[in-house]
Every structure is written in structure tokens, then in C-alpha cells.
T-cell receptor, first 114, second 112 residues
């Protein structure tokens, strides 16, 4: 079945440093979604990427979708303590048995030291 | 404001008892989902429903049951057949399956 792998599992940074998490799917995706879950909270939808090679920005966050639509990345520039949380990618299958199925990665837990 | 309401936030049950988790949305979303989250793990799909009176098993449906009698409501029953029910349960909805999900605040179930 469709698998979505996310690395790293943990990332500790000093405030002001950059942060990147990577997401890789075993199958081609229709779209990739990114979510943020604050400690003790629930996942909150950040963004959806649909097109091959697409790049979207939200303030200090940059999201990329790979040319083959099988991988994605989230980059945060100059992290702040408010960025703390777990970042999940979720890929929507494009065909075969994974068509229409949204599979979440295991998430990257980001801690930011002030 | 529109959103998803899960209740209760914390739930304690004795082993062998069935328990039902509530999920209500007023977003007029067609699709609804139940996920389970264990510490340090991602979200695993239990059941999903794309339309009233229809639902499909997810990856870990064994020991769980759902109903979708109304568009707004998608309750999840954790039965005594679920071998390891203690977890954080998240309900979500979306306008349609390819759209971003809105999650509820979750129910932490502890079975003792």
C-alpha cells in the first residue's frame, strides 16, 4: 500500500536557525497537504500543493512539491518559539489502490530553544 | 463560528466496555474521518465517510464501528474487541476528499 515517509523524526534548533522537513511517498500523489500540530493540540491544515514542481510561501514557511509528485518539503526560515510543534505531510494517492487515499507521514517534531 | 466538536475531551473506561466518541460538524462538509494517534506516531485512519449512510473501513478498522445517519454527525464506537484502545482520537471533515481537512480538538481515551 501507499507509504509516506517523513524525515527527520525530531529536530532541535536554536531560535533563529532554519528548519526543513522532508516527505517521500512510495507512489505518485495527486496532492500533498501539510499540517501543524501544537503540543497537546490537534492538527491544523497549513497548505495544499497540487502541481508538479509547485512552490508556495506563507511568511517564513516555504513548501515545495517535487517534479515527480512523490516528494515534498517544508522549510522554515529563522525559526521562532511559536513554530514549536509537529509538522505532518499527507499525500493523496493518484492512482491504483491508493487512489483518493490520504496517507499521513509520521511527522517531524520541532523544538526551538530560545 | 463553523467547526468540528468532539466530546468529551477526556474519557476513562473500564476494559471490556464499549464507548462512543461524539463528532459533530457545522461546516456542511460531505466527508468525515476518524483517526487514531499514538505517542510519537502519525495519524492512522480508522473509518471514513464520503456521504450520509455510507462509510468505508480505513487501515485499522478492527474493533471499531461508526454510523453516518446525518451529514453533521459521525460517531465512533470503540468496542471491547479493540485490543489496545487507549489513544488520542481525532475526527476530521473536508469539503470533499481531495480538500484540506479540518480537525476537531480530539478525545483522549484511557481504558483501565
Amino acid at each position: 500500500g501507499q507509504q509516506v515517509m517523513q524525515i527527520p523524526q525530531y529536530q532541535h534548533v536554536q531560535e533563529g536557525e532554519d528548519f526543513t522537513t522532508y516527505c517521500n511517498s512510495s507512489t505518485t500523489l495527486s496532492n500533498i497537504q501539510w499540517y501543524k500540530q501544537r503540543p497537546g493540540g490537534h492538527p491544523v491544515f497549513l497548505i495544499q500543493l497540487v502541481k508538479s514542481g509547485e512552490v508556495k510561501k506563507q511568511k517564513r514557511l516555504t513548501f515545495q512539491f517535487g517534479e515527480a509528485k512523490k516528494n515534498s518539503s517544508l522549510h522554515i526560515t529563522a525559526t521562532q518559539t511559536t513554530d514549536v510543534g509537529t509538522y505532518f505531510c499527507a499525500g493523496l494517492g493518484a492512482g491504483g489502490t491508493s487512489y483518493g487515499k490520504l496517507t499521513f507521514g509520521q511527522g517531524t517534531i520541532l523544538t526551538v530553544h530560545p | 463560528d463553523g467547526g468540528i466538536t468532539q466530546s468529551p475531551k477526556y474519557l476513562f473506561r473500564k476494559e471490556g466496555q464499549n464507548v462512543t466518541l461524539s463528532c459533530e460538524q457545522n461546516l456542511n462538509h460531505d466527508a468525515m474521518y476518524w483517526y487514531r494517534q499514538d505517542p510519537g506516531q502519525g495519524l492512522r485512519l480508522i473509518y471514513y465517510s464520503q456521504i450520509v449512510n455510507d462509510f468505508q473501513k480505513g487501515d485499522i478498522a478492527e474493533g471499531y464501528s461508526v454510523s453516518r445517519e446525518k451529514k453533521e454527525s459521525f460517531p465512533l464506537t470503540v468496542t471491547s474487541a479493540q485490543k489496545n484502545p487507549t489513544a488520542f482520537y481525532l475526527c476530521a471533515s473536508s469539503l470533499f476528499q481531495a480538500h484540506g481537512y479540518t480537525f476537531g480538538s480530539g478525545t483522549r481515551l484511557t481504558v483501565v
